[in-house]
Structure formats: structure tokens, C-alpha cells
């Protein structure tokens, strides 16, 4: 019954251990979630208000497939105000989700054969993406010394004829990885040799942290600026996750083709969370630093309570509000007559003997780690922390 491509796609494991942590919750256990991936905070209330009234004005029927101009101009001017880029109506696509936008690009982007490069450990979804558009990902390493960041130069060995484009996330999920603008600068100039797409994905922009510059790759020069697609959106910055908006800007060409296919699959995105984000994007932004601020305090708490743990190691991330500890010296490791291989196996350890939930390494291709997601309250980050003590005390 089912095509090749159906057959050869997984479902998003982060999804399922949420599931599954949900699903133990319904049962009436109580499980500390540490495997979300969105912002534990409301949607600020002016943003509620403009979508409520979007409702209320009939603002509920389709519109302009690409978005309502009054978005597109937000997005333009959010761009010219933090990022330094100048871009135009015809170069700018608002999606259903920030996930959308990457999905519209790589079918508009890439042909069967075309190579992607995409650092590990990465998001996902983008190697799921990219073969679902029949082109190949290639996969260098990052190294936890690097602080999970590759250099120019690995970007450059791993280029081939077919290399198509290289996708960047910074600040990175999951493992809160934020690339100075000089290591961005050399990226840059590589992809521009090379005659390579530079992806952004920045949809962390926001969540930075000790004072450090966020810088847009596509920001360098109009060269860099022609070569790149940034991709944003509001789910993260804004806790706005279930309204689904993100959006995409890059070359003309190229945002037609990804308007075109949007206008044959999902249409205009939510009418009425268009007008929700452009309050987000024009409005006061003060949530923004107040949940920043949140999230400095929780990472500093996990990070040194993850270290306290025998066997556990956690570089500090820079930005996302994820940590990725290593957790290799657990591995190997018995719990009464089962032997703990593997990430997943560990996490699942967790899950059962402690109630709390983590996401397995291996979904983001870094084998000996975990993925700890900060957005939940002080309160579990610290009964949770105990929780992985306890049960990381009794393998042997
Ligand atoms: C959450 C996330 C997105 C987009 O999320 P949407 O909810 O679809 O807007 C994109 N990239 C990364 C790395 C993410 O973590």
C-alpha cells in the first residue's frame, strides 16, 4: 500500500517519548518532562488579544498563499532592525511552522543525487526532509570540545559536486550550540568559493545567552545574502507553538517556487495567527527578555546539577534552551540483569526507574549523549535532577 518514500520516513522521536512520557502521565505517573521542545511559557496576553480580534473582525477566510502583506512587512522590518537585511515582499514566504518553511525549501531545492550537509548532531527533521526530497545528507561530526560546532575547514572537506547546500542552526537544537561570527564569517566564505546554498535555521535567535551577539550568516555581504535562506519564526521567541507561523526569506527565485508548492499543499497559513504574529514581531518584546532571563537562571541550574552526577559531563550551552550532556560512562552500565547499550537505552532507563523523561542522543545523531530540554519550571528542573541522581547511583 505504501510508496517508497512512506516506507522510508521515521516519525519524529522526540515526538515519541513525549508520547510516551504523556502517556505515563494519563496513567497516573508522575514523570518530570525534560523532552520538550517548546517554551513552557504562556503566549503573551497583546498577542492573545490581536488573534481574539482577528476572530472577531471575520478575519477567517483565506488569504494572499505566501501571507497578508502586514506580516510580510513585520517580517521585513524584523529583519532590517536585527539581523541588518534589507529584503522585499517578493523575498519573503510565511508558512504554516518554522518546520513548513524547511519543508516547502528542500522540495523546491533539491533534486535526487544533490548532497546536504548537514552538521551532526542535528535537529531531526532535516535529514528526514532532505531524503524525503530524494537528495542525500552527509553528516560531519562536530566535536564536544568544539562546543558541537564544525569549522570552515570540516565544510570544506566534506563538499563534493553534488554538494547542493549546508545547513546551519545556531543557537542549536539540541545541543544549545551558538557560532561566533568570525566561525560564521569562514563558513561563509567557503560556501561563496564553492558555489554552495548556506540554510539558516534561526529559529533561536532570541534565546542567547551571556550578552553575546547574535549575528545572521546572510547578514556578511549581498554575495552571502543571494546564497542564503533564512529561516525564522515565531514558536520559539514568542511561545507560540501551536499557532503555527514561520517564515522564510531568500532569493526570489527560489521563494516562488516554495509559494508555488505551498499554494498546492497547505495554502495561506491560520489567518487568524498571521495577525497574532504580527503583534508578536511589532509589539513589546518585553516577554522575550523576561523569558530569556528564566531560562539563563534554569540553564546555569541543570547544567551544574547535571555535573554533580557521577558519570555525567555537560558542556554550558550558549543559546535554545536544551542541554546535551555526555553520557558515555553510564553506558556499558547494569540495572539489575540489563545492560545499558545505548542513549535510547538509557533514556528509557530514565523514563521507567526514575519518572523522568529525556530524548535519546541518537535521534540527533550524537550517540553518547541526551538531549535535557530547560523549559519547564525551577521546581522539576531541580526534582528532576535528583531523580536522575538516584537512579544513576543504583547501575553497576
Ligand atoms: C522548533 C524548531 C523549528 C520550528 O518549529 P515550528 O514550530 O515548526 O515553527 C525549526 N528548527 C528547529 C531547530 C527547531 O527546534
Redesign the pocket.
Known amino acids: 500500500m505504501l510508496s517508497e518514500r512512506a516506507k522510508k520516513i521515521k516519525p519524529s522521536p522526540t515526538m515519541a517519548i513525549t508520547a510516551k512520557a504523556n502517556e505515563m502521565k494519563a496513567r497516573g505517573f508522575d514523570i518530570i518532562d525534560f523532552g520538550v521542545?517548546?517554551p513552557d511559557f504562556d503566549t503573551a496576553e497583546n498577542i492573545k488579544e490581536a488573534g481574539i480580534k482577528a476572530i472577531k473582525d471575520g478575519f477567517t477566510k483565506y488569504t494572499a498563499v505566501g501571507g497578508i502583506n502586514e506580516l510580510k512587512d513585520a517580517i521585513i522590518e524584523k529583519f532590517r532592525r536585527d539581523n541588518d537585511l534589507v529584503y522585499e515582499r517578493s523575498e519573503i514566504l510565511v508558512s504554516?511552522?518554522?518546520?513548513?518553511?524547511?519543508f516547502n525549501l528542500c522540495m523546491a531545492m533539491f533534486n535526487p543525487g544533490d548532497e546536504v550537509i548537514i552538521p551532526s548532531p542535528y535537529?531531526v527533521?532535516?535529514p528526514e526532509m532532505v531524503s524525503l526530497a530524494g537528495a542525500d545528507p552527509v553528516i560531519p561530526p562536530s566535536k564536544e570540545e568544539f562546543g558541537f560546532k564544525i569549522t570552515a575547514g570540516d565544510v570544506n572537506e566534506y563538499i563534493t559536486p553534488a554538494t547542493k547546500a549546508v545547513i546551519i542552526?545556531s543557537p542549536?537544537?539540541?545541543t544549545g550550540a551558538v557560532y561566533t561570527p568570525e566561525e560564521l564569517k569562514f563558513i561563509a566564505d567557503v560556501c561563496l568559493k564553492k558555489g554552495v546554498f548556506i540554510i539558516s535555521?534561526e529559529?533561536?535567535e532570541k534565546l542567547i545567552y551571556d550578552n553575546q551577539p547574535f549575528v545572521s550568516i546572510a547578514s556578511f555581504s549581498e554575495d552571502v545574502k543571494k546564497q542564503t535562506i533564512v529561516?525564522n519564526?515565531?514558536?520559539?521567541t514568542y511561545s507560540?507553538?501551536g499557532w503555527?507561523?514561520?517564515y522564510a526569506a531568500g532569493p526570489k527565485e527560489l521563494i516562488k517556487a516554495m509559494t508555488d508548492i505551498q499554494s498546492q499543499s497547505t495554502s495561506n497559513p491560520c489567518s487568524i495567527s498571521q495577525k497574532a504574529a504580527v503583534e508578536a514581531l511589532n509589539g513589546s518584546q518585553d516577554a522575550v527578555e523576561r523569558m530569556v532571563e528564566e531560562f539563563a537562571k534554569r540553564r546555569n541550574k541543570i547544567v551544574g546539577g547535571l555535573n554533580a552526577i557521577k558519570g555525567i559531563k555537560c558542556i554550558m550551552p550558549k543559546g535554545?534552551f536544551y542541554v546535551f550532556p555526555n553520557v558515555r560512562r553510564l553506558l556499558n552500565k547494569r540495572f539489575g540483569d540489563k545492560v545499558i547499550k545505548t542513549s535510547t537505552d538509557f533514556a528509557e532507563f530514565l523514563l521507567d526507574e526514575a519518572g523522568v523523561a529525556v530524548v535519546p542522543g541518537d535521534a540527533f545523531g550524537g550517540w553518547n549523549y541526551i538531549r535535557l530540554s530547560y523549559a519547564t519550571s525551577m521546581e522539576n528542573i531541580e526534582e528532576g535532577l535528583k531523580r536522575i541522581g538516584d537512579a544513576v547511583g543504583k547501575l553497576e
Request: charge should be positive; include cysteine; proline fraction near 3%.
Open positions: 521542545g517548546e504554516c511552522g518554522g518546520k513548513h518553511s524547511i535537529w527533521s532535516y542552526n542549536s537544537n539540541p535555521d529559529i533561536y529561516l519564526g515565531v514558536s520559539k507560540m507553538t503555527r507561523i514561520g535554545a
